[in-house]
């Protein structure tokens, strides 16, 4: 799954470079964010954050997994969809 963030002044949707999420983090329960900063759960209760920077236009995404206690480890959220703008 790649992130995309909205261009005013093109009026488009533009794919944020970096790594795609990681398969710990398919279908993703919850996601929020504070500041540039994004926060997924995903199953079994992985958490990936994720610091989203700009340069000469461009933006990227850089990740790090937090693993979720071993007891979690049967857990499948559904999905969720977010709009960081």
């Known amino acids: 799954m790649k992130m995309k ?3 005013l002044v093109t009026d488009s949707w ?3 470079n970096g790594p795609e999420l990681l398969e710990q983090i ?3 329960f919850s ?3 504070y500041g540039n900063i994004v926060y997924v759960v ?3 209760l992985h ?3 994720g610091n989203i920077w700009k340069s000469e236009n461009k933006f990227g995404v850089r990740w790090e997994v937090v693993d979720s206690p071993e ?3 049967n857990i499948t959220p559904s999905n ?3 709009l960081f703008a």
Do not use: A, K, M
């Open 5 to 7: 963030v909205y261009d």
């Open 14 to 16: 533009e794919t944020i």
């Open 26 to 28: 398919c279908r993703p």
């Open 31 to 33: 996601v929020n964010y």
């Open 42 to 44: 995903g199953r079994n």
């Open 47 to 49: 958490l990936v954050v």
């Open 71 to 73: 007891r979690y480890v």
């Open 80 to 82: 969720s969809q977010v």
